[in-house]
């Protein structure tokens, strides 16, 4: 299953690398890795798509514990999370096909961030599953460049009614 | 007063405790060995190969309980220790590791002997650092020495760029540290314990599992008190033989791959596996699905990525060894009465079948040649009242001296578990020795393993580190050639050694003395002999050339399915005689 995982780690040289030494040398897989300084510059945030089974997701959190630049780890799939990825497309666009980008920039509620005669280059947030939507969409127009931020993600701030008593989580 | 960061070095040595280095020099720490050499307070013991210094300060670490330290140049100087580095991170052992470095303006520019250190260590240390500022030099050292020998111990590694020793700073060494990421538990889960004490109670067919992390806690008088109160057999691992007294008749011995029988069956059949500071590794699993599959797991351990890594566990106690059983022995004291041992009894019936059905056995024919169990056994019962510090290389010999060694202490015990490396036993048994000049130091080797750091002599020979070298000489790799006789159909592919140097000459060459027993009846004599002399001794003992290592279980076998002795066929091939009858118990499934 897929699990996101965000990490707080130190904001120094060498860090990037022993997390991703962690999951090359282990042989876990990371689908998408974001990384970018917190509010306190000297601890940066990672956001860490992975996958595996209930075991390896519970050793990928432990091993990443375990290192000495990690500060903390939260398994966001542990509880409700909201994630977003933002994508940058250029797509080509014939004089016959620029209407239908824009329609498709509109439904989308993508940007239009640049344009050339024969390109234009979109800005699209959401969740994974629009923005391989709109890929989609728009490949047939033919997709120059693509970028794509890999995900970050924030766990939703619980909402509890008087009555409702928070969940807990079993921890060793 | 500012002083140089060679000088900054040296002092933090000093302000821990470091009374011994194992070190060999080079251009880029140079004005580091300059001080040295001008200072009485640190030992340097010049090794002749990097990775002699690695293991002779993990032998120090092993048999001391303090970080061993070692320091080595750039670029091939750091490759060289890098097998040791690799070994101490395996084995938990705390080792602060010392390299130099190009200068920092030259650092990714492929300067001479340059190499990333940093890069090349990252997964085989528990932490590594790269001083770029002489001014950070003192406290990186002082949190290498911290992140070394807290938590789970383990090697790091401190990578001194030339001009970084040779800057200025004001020295302050700090008395205390603190790592935001890195806060190891050390008091397990109370409600946890209270659950593993009840569960103990309960228990018809307990077993101890304990593993290195019990030595590296000091956790021993913990575990037998707690063995002793419960009435509960004891396994060890490979790491923890003296955590438990070998002679105790709570003992089982080594378990595992060439572990007794009696401690395999008993884990097999157990109803609670009880696992101490160990990490069931898969030479102690066998095959991992079917390990203990009676039992409910209890795991103490104080990294928790070693609990349910490779096995589920019921109750988990993230903690140290010797903290945990305290706790859980202030519990039973008050549970525990004579109920539990009639509770046992048909338990210990069990394992007493067990132990009589398939000791530990050889067959010595006094005109034959000389079986390496009859060495090793002799060996150790006419050491054992000197309470020798034992260090092994890797293969046969290693497994024979775990079996025949009933050591009574922890810290006696040098051996290189997880990563299996050869050539580590001779070095790492000087390293001991630099610690207790006066303790009896023993090597058991194998003559392949043994030429894999033979240059050790020379330091051994220099610094007067009497260190009495037992060479198991079969003339093979013998336990690649006894996988080989087992699984390949006895091809010695590449295992065979064909010409070995006369070891007795080797040691005279280096200064040292050389022994031979040639036949059974000198082998008392000779380790007698050996025993009389102040001087590194090497004893070469030419013994059987196909004796192979049982009981056994295959990689990947059940533990309750050892080989027991040589297959039928493989004793046909042999002997090149066919004794009809007597094969007949050699593989024994339980």
Known sequence: MEHIISVIVENKFGVLSRVAGLFSGRGFNIESLSVAPTLDPSMSMMTIVTKGDDRIIEQIVKQLNKLIDVIKVVDLNESEFVARETALIKVHTKPEDRAEALRITDIFRANVIDSTPTTYTLEVTGDVHKIEAIINLLQPLGIKELARTGRVAIAREPIRPAAVQPKRVAKE | ?590
Not at chain 2, 544 to 555: G, L, V
């Open chain 2, 1 to 590: 007063m500012k002083l140089t960061g060679a000088e900054i070095f040296v002092e933090c040595l000093k302000r821990e405790g470091v009374k011994t280095i194992f070190a060999l020099p080079g251009g880029v720490v140079l004005k580091i060995f300059d001080v040295l050499h001008q200072q009485k307070d640190v030992q340097v013991i010049l090794t002749r190969h990097e990775q002699g210094a690695g293991h002779m300060a993990e032998g120090y670490a092993k048999a001391t309980g303090k970080p061993g330290v070692a320091l080595v140049t750039s670029g091939p100087g750091m490759t060289n220790v890098v097998t040791a580095l690799a070994d101490a991170y395996m084995d938990s052992v705390p080792l602060v590791c010392f390299t130099g470095q190009v200068p920092t303006s030259l650092i990714g520019n492929d300067a001479f002997q340059e190499a990333d250190n940093i890069g090349l260590s990252r997964p085989c240390t528990k932490y590594n650092f790269l001083v770029k500022d002489v001014n950070d030099l003192a406290v990186t050292i002082k949190e290498a020495f911290y992140v070394a020998t807290t938590g789970r111990p383990g090697p790091v590694l401190v990578d001194i760029p030339k001009d970084v020793s040779m800057n200025k700073a004001e020295f302050k060494y700090p008395g205390s540290v603190s790592i935001r990421g890195y806060n190891p538990t050390y008091d397990g889960n109370k409600w946890q314990i209270k659950q593993a004490a009840e569960a103990i109670t309960k228990a018809k067919k307990p077993i101890l599992y304990v593993g290195g992390g019990v030595i590296f806690s000091g956790a021993s008088e913990e575990l037998l008190e707690l063995a002793e109160m419960c009435q509960i057999p004891v396994d060890m691992t490979l790491m923890a033989l003296g955590a438990f007294p070998g002679e105790h008749p709570l003992s089982m011995g080594m378990m595992g791959m060439h572990g007794t029988y009696w401690a395999n069956m008993a884990v097999h059949y157990s109803d609670l596996v009880i696992a101490v500071g160990a990490r069931f590794d898969d030479r102690v699993t066998g095959k991992v699905s079917e390990f203990c599959p009676h039992a409910k797991v209890i795991h103490i351990d104080i990294d928790p990525t070693s609990i349910r890594k490779n096995v589920n566990v019921d109750i988990p106690i993230v903690g140290d060894c010797k903290r945990v059983l305290r706790e859980l022995n202030q519990i039973l004291k008050a549970t525990v009465n004579g109920e539990q041992k009639e509770l046992r009894k048909p338990w210990w019936d069990q394992i007493n079948e067990w132990r009589r059905a398939h000791p530990l056995a050889y067959e010595q024919d006094p005109q034959g040649s000389i079986k390496p169990q009859h060495l090793i056994k002799r060996l150790y019962e006419l050491t054992k009242d000197r309470d020798p510090i034992v260090a092994t290389d890797v293969g046969q010999h290693q497994m024979w001296s775990a079996q025949y060694f009933k050591l009574a202490k922890p810290r006696r015990w040098l051996t290189s578990g997880g990563l299996g490396t050869m050539g580590f036993g001779f070095p790492a048994a000087m390293g001991a020795q630099a610690a207790f000049p006066d303790q009896l130091v023993l090597c058991v080797a194998g003559d392949g393993s043994f030429q894999m750091n033979t240059q050790e002599l020379a330091t051994a020979v220099v610094n007067r580190l009497p260190v009495k070298v037992f060479i198991v000489s079969n003339g093979y790799h013998g336990m690649v050639r006894q996988w080989q006789d087992l699984f390949y159909e006895s091809r010695y592919a590449s295992s065979y050694l064909d010409t070995t140097p006369d070891f007795i000459k080797l040691a005279e060459a280096y200064g040292a003395v050389g022994l031979r027993a040639a036949k059974v009846s000198e082998v008392d004599d000779v380790i007698k002999e050996a025993l009389t002399v102040n001087k590194p001794v090497v004893v070469d003992v030419p013994v059987d050339q196909h004796e192979n290592c049982y009981p056994m279980i295959p990689a990947g076998g059940c533990n309750h399915e050892m080989i027991l002795a040589d297959p039928p066929e493989l004793k046909k091939k042999q002997a090149g005689v066919k004794e009809a009858g007597e094969d007949k118990d050699t593989v024994l499934t339980a």
